[in-house]
């Protein structure tokens, strides 16, 4: 039940920043606010973690290693995805942003010698391919320029370095370091990373206070990051990357479900098809088999 708990909550939350992020967009630079998000988030977490007197003490290679994942997780993956999207569509960016799980089984095996399951590598197929039909009209809307190429290679990008921050947090795990407190200083120098390439870059940090700004700044941070990361790198410890990952197959499709609601979006039979198949790849990963298949299964190999 916790790890049900955990995929929900992740896939929930990732599944409607998007609205969040659109409510973003506008006056002020996107690298800005990003910083601002992880600046909200990294105080609202130490402060907790502290006043709790739950903030684990790291050792110099734990920072190193803090260090590493805030610049996958909390810094260059988020530059990457964003400046891809002055290229290519939403729909395409979230296709690619779904290959995290095949990212995340390369990277298994490379940093912990793990085979993926059949299932797994099965219901990712499914997934990956629901996602596609899902987004086929914008995908095939973009074209394949130059410019869309240097887009879906940043994308690519973003998704390696998310990837390789999910393969930090497994390595803290491992070690008995508690994600909130890895998290806390990962945010911290991610902050500090994205900050000074912004600043080298000439990025303005103007602000806004309009309502809308503010709420969406104060749900991109708090549940957005501290929640969101937390619940996800925490499933990642519990269930192993590989099938964590394949939340990142339902996000698009819950942001569609709730566009529905929020935008009208419009359904189309292929659009429909998809998200059935993106339900079948999740119930593939993550659905009991039946005890009747396991004993025909033992049996099969006994013979």
Known sequence: MVNIGLYLATVLIWGT???????????????????????????VMFAVLLMARRLQKLDRQDHLFCLLQGCCLFSFNFYCFYTATGYISSGLASVIFSMATVMNVINNRIWFGKKPTVRTLAGSAVGLTGITLLFWPEITADGFDQGVLIGMGLALLGVWLFSSGNMVSVRHQQKGLKTPSTNAWSIFYGVLVLSAVSLFQGVEFTFNTEPQYLYSLFYLAIPGTVIAFTTYLMLVGRIGADKAAYSTVMFPAVALTVSTFYEGYQWTPMAAAGFCLVMVGNLLIFAKLPSWFNRSKTAELAS
Request: hydrophobic letters at 60%; aromatic letters at 12%; a positive charge.
């Open 17 to 43: 920043t998007w609205i969040a992020i659109k409510l973003q967009l506008g006056d002020v630079m996107v690298q800005a606010s990003i910083i601002y998000r992880f600046v909200l988030a990294g105080c």
